[in-house]
């Protein structure tokens, strides 16, 4: 299977928050996937350890999810979330709000909260995760400023789980996203990628999305040429298998960055 790089017209017109969530993220039988397992510790370990703070964070691409910010709510005093789609800003204000019909994340947060010790019951971290997220914006990160026509001011920290593969068609258009972002981070401030190597596309019900297959050379070429320092970078077979192939990659990684001073 290959997919033809993906319109944003298509992301517009057929990226269903609901069917991503019930084929990603859902936890029925109470196993988190391999995914977020990789996701939760390693951020659990970033943002425990220290240097990863300040007053704000912005998250690039932030779907219909919440998982990515449960342990970033403890170093910073505010969250920007943030998506291309509508349809996905209107599920996160869904969660932000209590409404009806907003996804269960129940078993993300104990599980988060059980990383930490168990410090707070996990209502109480959901809370404090909603109190943080001051804003809910649409970006484009293709754009040379995603959040047009608002001018942000920099940020202490961007993050982005899944996006930039899906987001851009080239290695080139990659780099200019990377240099976009650093753009709104301040000197000295980080930047925080997870997502996968060398997959080529992911389904969401019958429709199949596109990705770039990033390699390991690819990545670290690419920040390094949009100026930023790679501090820490990991790399994580993926083994995730079933017999409908739902998503290709065959690797997660997670980078932190810093933009120098
Ligand atoms: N961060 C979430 C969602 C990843 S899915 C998670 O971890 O599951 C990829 C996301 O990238 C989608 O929400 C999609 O709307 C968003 N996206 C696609 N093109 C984009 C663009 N040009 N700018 C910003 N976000 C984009």
Request: proline share 4%; glycine share 6%; net charge negative.
């Amino acid at each position: 299977m290959e997919a033809s790089f993906t319109s944003q017209k298509t992301y517009i017109d057929e990226f269903s928050p609901v069917e991503y969530f019930n084929m990603y993220y859902d936890s029925e039988q109470g196993k988190l996937p391999e995914w977020t397992d990789f996701v939760l510790q390693t951020l659990h370990e970033v943002f425990s350890s220290g240097g990863v703070e300040g007053d704000t964070i912005i998250d690039i691409g932030s779907g219909p999810t919440i998982y990515q910010l449960l342990s970033a709510c403890e170093g910073f005093n505010k969250i920007i979330v943030s998506d291309f789609l509508e349809q996905n800003l209107a599920e996160l204000q869904k969660w932000l709000k209590k409404e009806p019909g907003k996804f269960d994340w129940t078993s993300y947060i104990k599980h988060v909260c059980e990383l930490e010790g168990n410090r707070v019951s996990w209502d109480e971290k959901a809370e404090k995760l909603r109190s943080k997220v001051k804003e809910v914006l649409r970006c484009d990160v293709l754009k040379k400023n995603p959040f047009e026509p608002l001018t942000l001011a920099p940020v202490d920290c961007v993050i982005s789980c899944l996006c930039l593969e899906v987001a851009c068609k080239d290695m080139d258009s990659f780099y200019n996203a990377l240099t976009n972002l650093k753009d709104f981070i301040k000197p000295g401030g980080h930047l925080l990628l997870l997502s996968m190597l060398n997959s080529r596309y992911y389904a969401i019900g019958n429709t199949f999305f596109s990705t770039l297959p990033i390699t390991k050379e690819g990545l670290e070429k690419a920040l390094k040429d949009a100026g930023y320092e790679i501090v820490e970078i990991k790399y994580a077979a993926q083994n995730y298998q079933s017999n409908v192939e739902i998503f290709t990659g065959d690797t997660h990684y997670y980078v932190k960055a810093r933009k120098p001073i």
